[in-house]
Structures are given as structure tokens and as C-alpha cells.
């Protein structure tokens, strides 16, 4: 009987240390069943992206969540369907929160954030939201925008005109023609 239960615990043992080793049947299994839902669950994401009405949108993108529940993406995409064709900006901001919880570092979703503060009027908080954007992708001209309008609508022009220059080196073409039409930037050229 100890000879049994000795082999009993290696093999239990066995299958703890090697989940993607075929010679364990059980462990290969959930495996190759766990892929299966991940890649079911992208399916369900890009469905979510290319339905038109936000109900099935929404749906699509719960699947993909109830399927692969660390799928942050699938949060950030529902958030923007509430956000932009439900106008249901409660429902938005806690597919966002979610989306962070899963990945802290989502400039995507810090992004949003900021967009849906500075619609609501609230631009103190979405400066915030879109520094923290910045933060995550130092690349985000759309942030560095996005926040332009904030100080903008703040009335602060210094810290307005400091954004919208840097959306320009960062390769923002509207932000680049808002500059050059309102004399900041001047163009030569030569014969």
C-alpha cells in the first residue's frame, strides 16, 4: 500500500508541474480548453467591434469577458459603446474601472476616462485621467490634445497652447494646422 500511495503522490505530483505536457492527458486537456476559450473570447471581442447595434455590441463583449475575464480590452470596448451610442456614462466609467483593475497601466482606458470627465464639464479631473494616458504611452498626441481643450475651456492659454505643441512634435497634423493658423508656428519656404 505505500508503494501505491508513493506513486499515487509522483503522479499527482507529474501533473501539477507539467500542464502542457501531452503524456498528462488531464492536464493537456484544460490546457488546450483554456486556449480554446481565449481564442473563443477574441472572437467574441471582434464581433463586439464590427455589431452596429450597441445591445448585441454589448453582449458580444460580455461573452468575451464571461469567456476570458482578464480580457481588459473587452471592458475598455464596452465602455465606449455605453459611452458613445448608449450615452450611459455610469455604465462607461465602471467597464473603465474594471479594464484598470485588470491592467493598472491601460492608457486606453485612462484616456476614456478623461474623455467622458471633460464631456461632463469636469476638467480638472480629465487633466488628470489624460496625464496618467501620458503617462502609460509618452506618445498619446491625442491625449496631450484632448487635454489642450480642458486648459482651453479653463481659460488657461499658456498651458493650452504648451499641450497642442506638444501633440505637434508628437506628429498630430490638427494639432500642427491649429498652430500654423493661429501664427505659432510659421512655415519657409524656399525657391
Known amino acids: 500500500m505505500n508503494l501505491f500511495n508513493n506513486l499515487l503522490g509522483k503522479k499527482n505530483e507529474m501533473q501539477k508541474e507539467n500542464t502542457d505536457d501531452i503524456s498528462n492527458p488531464f ?3 484544460i ?10 473570447a477574441e472572437k467574441y471581442l471582434e464581433k463586439g467591434d464590427n455589431e452596429n447595434d450597441p445591445d448585441n455590441a454589448i453582449a458580444a463583449y460580455e461573452m468575451a469577458i464571461n469567456l476570458k475575464p482578464d480580457l481588459a480590452e473587452a471592458y475598455i470596448n464596452m465602455g465606449l459603446t455605453y459611452a458613445e451610442k448608449k450615452k450611459d456614462q455610469q455604465k462607461a466609467f465602471e467597464c473603465y474601472e474594471k479594464a484598470l483593475a485588470i491592467e493598472p497601466k491601460s492608457n486606453d482606458a485612462y484616456f476614456n476616462m478623461g ?8 476638467y480638472d479631473k ?3 485621467y489624460f496625464e496618467s494616458a501620458i503617462k502609460y504611452n509618452h506618445y498619446d498626441f491625442d491625449a496631450y490634445r484632448f487635454m489642450s481643450y480642458c ?3 479653463k481659460g488657461d492659454e499658456g498651458k493650452q497652447i504648451e499641450c497642442v ?3 505637434a512634435e508628437l506628429g498630430d ?3 500642427q494646422s491649429w ?6 508656428i510659421k512655415i519657409s519656404i524656399e525657391k
Open 27 to 29: 492536464a493537456f486537456a
Open 151 to 153: 486648459y482651453r475651456d
Open 179 to 184: 498652430l500654423l493658423d493661429k501664427g505659432y
Open 173 to 175: 497634423k490638427a494639432a
Open 165 to 167: 505643441k506638444t501633440a
Open 126 to 128: 480629465a487633466i488628470v
Open 31 to 40: 490546457s488546450k480548453a483554456k486556449e480554446a476559450m481565449s481564442n473563443d
Open 115 to 122: 474623455t467622458l470627465h471633460a464631456q461632463m464639464k469636469e
